[in-house]
């Protein structure tokens, strides 16, 4: 679903051109993308590895795969920062309504206008379907570590950590956290649409989360408002059962 230009192999390089490619954040893109990439292939791969083993064990070595590459290029996940948390909180509340009621409308309108032509249906699972053991619980737990840990710290580090900045300047690194221009903005906010199902909430929170970015220039404030939107949407899920959500 999302193929990095080649052009970014340029940035990969060590001091010496003739040395062994060592893996650091200043010496490339590999650190902010490679978990986003991870998390892609598992992902295209899902609907084989659910038949072959089942969702819950497809999705928890998905998590598995993706937390140890996070842990592995650790680099790119920068220092805490507290810089406009309340902004965070209060925008990542306000993300979950926002990204039910717009998936909604899209449901409404989409045999009109067609708004999934760019993404598949998301694989959805639900626990009702099995019965309440254990092994259940324990995927649940895996689940939601996924949805409010995992995710957005890979996303928000790829694309504003990474692309928004790399949009603007190809050594990226030297661009300032919140810096924008309008390129960027809005390829960063279509791009991240376009691996969403729900195209419609996925821009309008994507625009929202892009601005957090741009006000406060803390990463962590749009990882933060990222992971209450998730949480507070996963309990919707599990309370409602609205699983093609999940």
């Not at 989409?110 to 959805?124: D, H, K, W, Y």
Request: charged share 10%.
């Amino acid at each position: 679903m999302l193929q990095l230009p080649l052009a970014l192999l340029n940035m990969t390089h060590a001091s010496d051109p003739s040395s062994t490619f060592q893996f650091s954040s200043k010496q490339g893109f590999l650190p902010y993308a490679a978990p986003m990439a991870g998390y892609l292939i598992f992902t295209s791969l899902e609907s084989d590895l659910i038949t072959k083993m089942g969702y819950p064990a497809a999705y928890t070595m998905k998590a598995a795969v993706v937390a140890l590459l996070v842990a592995f290029f650790h680099s790119a996940i920068p220092k805490w920062n507290r810089q406009g948390m309340t902004l965070a909180l209060i925008f990542g509340t306000l993300g979950c309504p926002i990204w039910i009621g717009l998936d909604w409308l899209q449901n409404e309108i989409a045999p009109v206008i067609q708004l999934n032509f760019m993404t598949s249906e998301r694989t959805g699972f639900s626990p009702t379907l099995h019965p309440l053991t254990v092994e259940t619980l324990g995927f649940l737990v895996v689940r939601m570590i996924g949805l409010v840990l995992l995710v957005p710290l890979i996303e928000e580090i790829f694309w504003r950590g990474f692309l928004a900045r790399y949009l603007i300047d190809e050594s990226f690194e030297g661009v300032a956290h919140g810096k924008y221009t309008l390129v960027s903005g809005l390829f960063t906010t279509v791009a991240f649409a376009a691996v969403h199902p729900e195209i419609l909430s996925a821009i309008v929170w994507g625009a929202g989360v892009h601005w957090i970015w741009v006000r406060t220039g803390n990463l962590w404030a749009c990882i933060v408002a990222h992971a209450m939107t998730n949480a507070l949407l996963g309990g919707y899920v599990l309370s409602t059962g609205s699983w093609h959500l999940w």
